[in-house]
């Protein structure tokens, strides 16, 4: 009696332990995603640890293999890359930035795409009229601030300011978006607005330096050319003590007094639980809206005092 009473636990303790086992990953199988990340920065870096991290929590350590390359900001490169993981057959993309988005876009209308640290998914995939659900292969995290409060940002850091430079790569359609919206909003303030672009990191020293001699306020949205060249902007505008509002906290570490940010490992991570829920079949991408992160009125303690401007309550100090 003994002996099979000793044999039914143990048949239920092993049946207990499986069940545990399968809760952990309930599909049992292994998968393997591929990250196209566009360039080599702390946001973006932030973010595809995020995403890891959350795709291990949910799918078990083991069970996914990521298979990650670095275009080097090389829009071309993004789309060789993605090319590969289309012939490798990988269960899904993640792409991080809007040109890594754009790439796997085109390259494939079967494999899921999830996209982080991308601005605006309307503008970037060309939809009109868009309503916050892509509807086909594509969904994923957007990292944009609201902008009326970062111009509104401007206005209150710097009541002075007549004239307000706005600082971007021409070559990137979400960052034409946001410096628009700002545009908008600050004139209507009846504050003066410059446009600066630049088409890549060769002009931007040129490019900022003449914006530096024209203005009060330089304005950098959520850039990634500006993002892997703030330390070069940074050098400019503090010699010519002229202060900067970025998009997001990693371009404002090198060279902005403030921010209005996002936490981009929060918003990987927010990516990789989306992942996990399409590769567990819990849902389905095609309607799986763009989600959004939480964001933070930051400031660069270092520059603030550097140039002699007061932060107002309610920032928190970047941590540097």
Partial sequence: ?????SAILAVILCASFCLLAASCNSTGKKYTVGIVQLVQHVALDAATDGFKKALTDK?????VTFDYQNASGDTAN??????????????LIMANATPALQAAYNATRTIPILGTSVTEYGVALGIENFNGTVGSNVSG???LAPL???AQMIIDLFPEAKTVGLLYCN?????????KVVKEYLEAKGIT???????????ISAVTTAAAAEIDVLYIPTDNAAAASAEIIGNILRDKKIPAVAGEEGICTKCGVATLSISYYDLGYKTGEMAADILKGDKKIEEMPIAYAPTTKKYNKTIADELGVTIPEGYVAIEQ
């Fill in 193 to 203: 607005c410059k446009t600066y672009t630049f088409s890549d990191s060769n002009d």
């Fill in 78 to 91: 993004c789309a060789t890359i993605v090319n590969g993981f289309v012939s490798n057959k990988v269960d």
């Fill in 59 to 63: 799918l078990g350590e083991g069970n």
């Fill in 171 to 179: 070559a990137e359609a979400n960052s034409q978006y946001q410096v």
């Fill in 1 to 5: 009696m003994k002996k099979t009473l």
């Fill in 141 to 143: 995290t957007s990292d």
């Fill in 148 to 150: 009326d409060e970062q």
